[in-house]
């Protein structure tokens, strides 16, 4: 791992992407790293396109600032394709975890991506089959894993998962959010 | 056992809260202090901790009520922001008169107008006449390292006096940080009680506070205040010292990072600590005598000790995140002021940034150094003061 | 300073000028303030006590009595003129002034 590992998320106010952030950086913090995760609040509106960002690390984080050359770009929200800022400072081995229903080549060639791998998984089905409605964290945070081993594997983030939404959630939903990682983890696919 | 988490700077601020128990929490919410309370008041709920939670009408009420309840004998808390914290004002000055160890986190916010919620300092730095301690922190950790000491410092009998402690809006309060929480009995060992001072509720030894004081008084008790001020500088190393002994994380009145042989100097006030480090450890890897200073204890103000700690830098660069219309930045002006008598005084100037949030980048870091580098080398210092960042030059 | 004033240094004062000796009120001589002097005519005075409870100076000095039935009561004995500060409240108060004829308590110019 290079001095701080990033992650830009993408998203939408009122989708829950801050919290995605901040429920991955302490899964990863449980696995007994260093973390940061931190909002980039502009206006709070619902719907508003919003980011957020992670940095782990071996030791401890200094810095506040945006990242700005991200290891890892997670999309929540598909619509936000063709938006401006998605690939902005992204490298050639950027990873790219997209919640998208399309498959991963066709998702590739949208973003105009080249050499970074891309990582699709369908966050916002598997949220509807287990919550009935659109909350496509869990599920992300699924495939992050799957696209991510080396930060976090899916047993850690499991293990570490149930810990986090014990605290904030009642059983029967830290049930279904661990099946929604394991979902997403299963149902990636990749180009 | 110590507990290791991610956790928020309104978060651990909150928890901070807990440990401490105090008697009375009164508060109006404002972002970005806002968790803090709520935080605090879901501890109050599920009774984890004693506390008279009293929500109020207005920040003007909030610091009048812990004014009242600190005369009444309790240990006070409450927290705040910006505008918040400008309700507060008339009452700030009653606190500090009145001699009550009323703990505040201001989480630094700028001022309206235009209307703006992101980080700065012109909250604490418009308060910094108050009479009130201040004490900043880079981090989470340090925001509640920070106020674990507040209770001992700001209620010591030498020291009586209200105390701030400032950390950064959003940028801190509202980011994640892996941190170390201490241990409740451990950290209530360290604070250890809180003695009521002429309590309001002694009836048997009636007293009056916030009596009138006119030109046969009122400049005494100015002069005790500054003397309390004065006093609170050797308590704050005493009990930085303590808690260094207790919690292993070392403090000073302020952080001399890679400054010892530093020609070039920034000198700075909270989160943009750890970006100016960032980049000054890769100048240093590049041969550049490049350090830091920053500031913890802004009142009572070091200003001798700074004096020592730039004794060996050639040019000093102060970084202030608020400003002062029409003149200098507060920050700046407390550094001229330190190194008036210094022989030889090193280049000095002011730059203002991060007004209502501005981002400061790396990028930026990297060519404040530059810039400092070449006024050195020419001898000479271009724009005695200018804001970084803004458009328009 | 002090030693010209008679007042205290600093050092000397109650942290944030808190008063911890109770009823120091005693110690004011506000009969110094006076211009007005009410004068109490007890010929006159129906011992109804209300110039007692308004007088912010606390200066009229109570006796025991009885009424004219026989009944314990308080009554008023004088006014303390070391603390009335002639402020005029029991001259307005008094019921006895109110009903105009009579009056039981007077206010005069102060003589220098
Ligand atoms: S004049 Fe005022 S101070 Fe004097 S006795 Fe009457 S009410 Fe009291
Ligand atoms: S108010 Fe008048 S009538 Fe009543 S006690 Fe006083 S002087 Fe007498």
């Known amino acids: 791992m290079s001095k701080y590992f990033e992650v830009r998320w993408h998203g939408r106010g009122g989708q829950g992407t801050v919290t995605g952030a901040k429920s991955l950086a302490e899964a990863v913090q449980g696995t007994g790293k260093c973390v940061s995760a931190f909002p980039d609040y502009g206006p709070e509106r619902r719907g508003a396109p919003v980011r957020a960002f992670d940095r782990f690390s071996d030791s401890r984080i200094r810095i506040h600032t945006p990242v700005l050359s991200p290891d890892v770009v997670m999309i929540v929200d598909t619509t936000l394709i063709g938006g401006k800022g998605l690939v902005e400072g992204a490298g050639e081995s950027t990873i790219f975890v997209v919640n998208t229903e399309r498959n991963a080549a066709e998702t590739k060639e949208l973003l105009?991506?080249?050499?970074?791998?891309?990582?699709?998984?369908p966050a916002n089905s598997i949220s509807y089959r287990l919550f009935k409605r659109e909350i496509p964290n869990s599920a992300m945070m699924g495939a992050f894993a799957r696209a991510c081993p080396e930060v976090i594997s899916l047993e850690a983030l499991v293990a570490e998962a149930e810990k986090i939404f014990a605290h904030i959630l009642a059983a029967d939903l830290v049930g279904k959010n661990i099946e929604a990682i394991k979902c997403g983890y299963d149902e990636v696919q990749t180009a | 056992m110590p507990e290791t988490r991610a956790i928020t700077g309104n978060g651990a601020i909150a928890e901070a809260m807990r440990q401490?128990?105090?008697?009375?929490?009164?508060?109006?919410?404002?972002?970005?202090?806002?968790?803090?309370?709520?935080?605090?008041?879901?501890?109050?709920?599920?009774?984890?901790?004693?506390?008279?939670?009293?929500?109020?009408?207005?920040?003007?009420?909030?610091?009048?009520?812990?004014?009242g309840a600190s005369a009444a004998g309790g240990r006070v808390m409450?927290?705040?922001?910006?505008?918040?914290?400008?309700?507060?004002?008339?009452?700030?000055?009653?606190?500090?008169?009145?001699?009550?160890?009323?703990?505040?986190?201001?989480?630094?916010?700028?001022?309206?107008?235009?209307?703006?919620?992101?980080?700065?300092?012109?909250?604490?730095?418009?308060?910094?006449?108050?009479?009130?301690?201040?004490?900043?922190?880079?981090?989470?950790?340090?925001?509640?390292?920070?106020?674990?000491?507040?209770?001992?410092?700001?209620?010591?009998?030498?020291?009586?006096?209200?105390?701030?402690?400032?950390?950064?809006?959003?940028?801190?309060?509202?980011?994640?940080?892996?941190?170390?929480?201490?241990?409740?009995?451990?950290?209530?060992?360290?604070?250890?009680?809180?003695?009521?001072?002429?309590?309001?509720?002694?009836?048997?030894?009636?007293?009056?506070?916030?009596?009138?004081?006119?030109?046969?008084?009122?400049?005494?008790?100015?002069?005790?205040?500054?003397?309390?001020?004065?006093?609170?500088?050797?308590?704050?190393?005493e009990v930085s010292e303590r808690f260094g002994k207790e919690f292993g994380r070392r403090y000073e009145l302020f952080e001399s990072?890679?400054?010892?042989?530093?020609?070039?100097?920034?000198?700075?006030?909270?989160?943009?600590?750890?970006?100016?480090?960032?980049?000054?450890?890769?100048?240093?890897?590049?041969?550049?005598?490049?350090?830091?200073?920053?500031?913890?204890?802004?009142?009572?103000?070091?200003?001798?000790?700074?004096?020592?700690?730039?004794?060996?830098?050639?040019?000093?660069t102060v970084l202030d995140r608020s400003t002062s219309m029409g003149a200098y930045g507060p920050l700046f002006v407390e550094i001229c002021s330190s190194l008036y008598d210094a022989n030889p005084r090193p280049m000095l100037y002011s730059r203002t940034f991060g007004l209502g949030g501005r981002e400061l980048l790396l990028d930026d870091i990297r060519d404040l150094f530059e810039e400092s580098k070449r006024y050195l080398n020419e001898g000479k210092i271009e724009k005695t003061s200018d804001f970084l960042n803004v458009r328009g030059g | 300073?002090?030693?010209?004033?008679?007042?205290?240094?600093?050092?000397?004062?109650?942290?944030?000028?808190?008063?911890?000796?109770?009823?120091?009120?005693?110690?004011?001589?506000?009969?110094?303030?006076?211009?007005?002097?009410?004068?109490?005519?007890?010929?006159?005075?129906?011992?109804?006590?209300?110039?007692?409870?308004?007088?912010?100076?606390?200066?009229?000095?109570?006796?025991?009595g009885k009424t004219p039935a026989g009944k314990d009561r308080k009554e008023i004995k004088q006014i303390d003129y070391y603390y009335c500060r002639g402020c005029g409240l029991c001259v307005r108060e008094c019921p006895v002034n109110k009903k105009g004829k009579k009056k039981a308590i007077e206010f005069v110019r102060e003589e220098t």
């Open chain 2, 78 to 237: 409450t927290a705040t922001s910006a505008n918040g914290l400008a309700l507060m004002w008339e009452m700030l000055y009653v606190a500090a008169g009145m001699r009550q160890p009323i703990l505040v986190a201001v989480v630094n916010r700028a001022l309206s107008a235009p209307i703006n919620i992101h980080c700065d300092h012109g909250d604490s730095m418009g308060a910094r006449d108050a009479g009130w301690i201040q004490i900043y922190a880079e981090n989470n950790q340090q925001a509640y390292d920070n106020m674990i000491m507040a209770p001992a410092i700001a209620g010591h009998a030498d020291v009586r006096l209200p105390l701030m402690v400032c950390l950064d809006g959003f940028i801190i309060s509202h980011s994640i940080e892996t941190m170390q929480l201490e241990e409740d009995r451990q950290v209530q060992a360290f604070i250890g009680e809180h003695k009521a001072f002429h309590s309001l509720l002694d009836t048997a030894n009636p007293s009056s506070w916030g009596a009138l004081d006119l030109h046969d008084y009122y400049i005494e008790h100015k002069k005790a205040q500054q003397v309390a001020m004065a006093n609170a500088k050797p308590v704050i190393e």
């Open chain 2, 20 to 67: 401490i128990a105090p008697d009375v929490v009164a508060a109006f919410p404002i972002t970005p202090s806002t968790q803090i309370i709520e935080d605090f008041a879901g501890f109050v709920a599920d009774g984890k901790v004693d506390t008279e939670l009293i929500t109020v009408e207005s920040e003007h009420s909030a610091m009048s009520a812990c004014i």
């Open chain 1, 112 to 121: 105009s991506l080249t050499t970074q791998p891309v990582y699709t998984v």
């Open chain 2, 257 to 316: 990072y890679r400054l010892d042989d530093a020609e070039r100097v920034v000198v700075a006030i909270n989160s943009v600590a750890g970006e100016l480090k960032e980049v000054i450890d890769e100048l240093r890897d590049e041969g550049e005598k490049v350090g830091l200073l920053k500031i913890r204890v802004f009142r009572p103000f070091p200003y001798a000790e700074i004096a020592a700690a730039l004794k060996n830098s050639k040019i000093v």
């Open chain 3, 1 to 64: 300073m002090s030693e010209k004033y008679g007042l205290k240094n600093w050092q000397e004062l109650a942290l944030g000028g808190v008063i911890t000796d109770g009823g120091n009120a005693a110690d004011y001589e506000t009969g110094t303030w006076r211009t007005w002097r009410p004068l109490w005519r007890q010929e006159s005075c129906i011992n109804c006590l209300r110039c007692w409870v308004f007088c912010p100076e606390g200066a009229f000095v109570l006796k025991d």
